[in-house]
Each structure stands twice: as C-alpha cells, then as structure tokens.
C-alpha cells in the first residue's frame, strides 16, 4: 500500500471523489486529514477550472487535503487519472498529519503520532507562467466562494 494526499476533486464531498470510493479501480482506504508541510500555490486554473498545485515549495500556503493508503491498482488508477507525467507529477511530499483515523500497523500509527509523514502527492511543474499569477488557495471546495466550478469530464 501507497499513501497518497488528495487536496482537490478527489477528496470526500468533491465531484471526483467516487473514484477513491470505486473498488473496481482498487482499494483506497482514508486514513485522515492533513496539509502540505512546506507551502506550496494552490490554484484553479484553465477553462474547466481545475485545481493544480504547484511544485514551487515555499510560496503559497500549507495546502490542506486527505491522506489516503491506496493499492497498487488505484495507484495506477490515479496516475492514469492525473495524467501523470504529463499534467502532474506524482512526487513524495511531507504532509503533516492533522487528524488521523487510520489503521495502519505499528510503523503507520508511529508515523502519524510524530505528526509528519510522506505521502505522494499530484502536483505539477508544466504549467503556463501566468498560473504564478493567479490567487492562492488553502484548500479547494469545487463550490467554494472563487466561484469557478469544476467541470466534470462527462460534461467536457
């Protein structure tokens, strides 16, 4: 198992959160809530206002989001998903945990009680300059006040 930290559509509530929840895609099991240690630009950018995180450590904000131990199915799901490497790039980032739920082993629940631990995370460092331009966010809710709503694939 993977951990993986989703801080846009896929989280719970999110319009692509019944990916996580599809088993035929593989497992992904929550494990709890947490936020990038280093800041980082969240933006929502391009016509189907789709939330990106930046790889630009130190600018921004501690992007919060969720912590997910996923299977080597889903894994390949989200990459897939993501448009991995293209669009973003899976990469290890240290999330600090905020509330943890997970039932992990003994290593997992060590990890999660010091308060930091590793996750993948899609961020992405191929986008258009003027991306750097646009607001910051702390955290993403497709319907939240920026008023830029997510497109759904279906709806493209």
Known sequence: ??????????KKGQPNYKHM??????????????RTVEK????????????YMLNIPGKGYHV??????VDDQML????EFEGCPDMYQRTLMRIEVVEWE?????????????????????STTTYPPE???????DSYDSS?????????RESR
């Open 102 to 122: 997970g039932k992990g082993g003994v290593g997992e629940a060590r990890a999660a009680a010091e308060g930091v631990i590793e996750c993948f995370v899609y």
């Open 76 to 79: 390949q799901f989200l990459d």
């Open 21 to 34: 929840i599809n088993t035929a895609k593989g497992l992904a099991r929550f494990q709890g809530r947490g």
């Open 40 to 51: 980082y630009p969240l933006v929502i950018a391009g016509k189907y206002n789709i939330p």
């Open 64 to 69: 919060a989001g969720e912590i997910y131990s």
């Open 131 to 137: 991306w750097v331009g646009l607001p910051y966010h």
């Open 144 to 152: 939240g006040k920026h008023g830029l709503s997510y497109v759904l």
């Open 1 to 10: 198992m993977a951990r993986v930290f989703v801080y846009g559509t896929l």
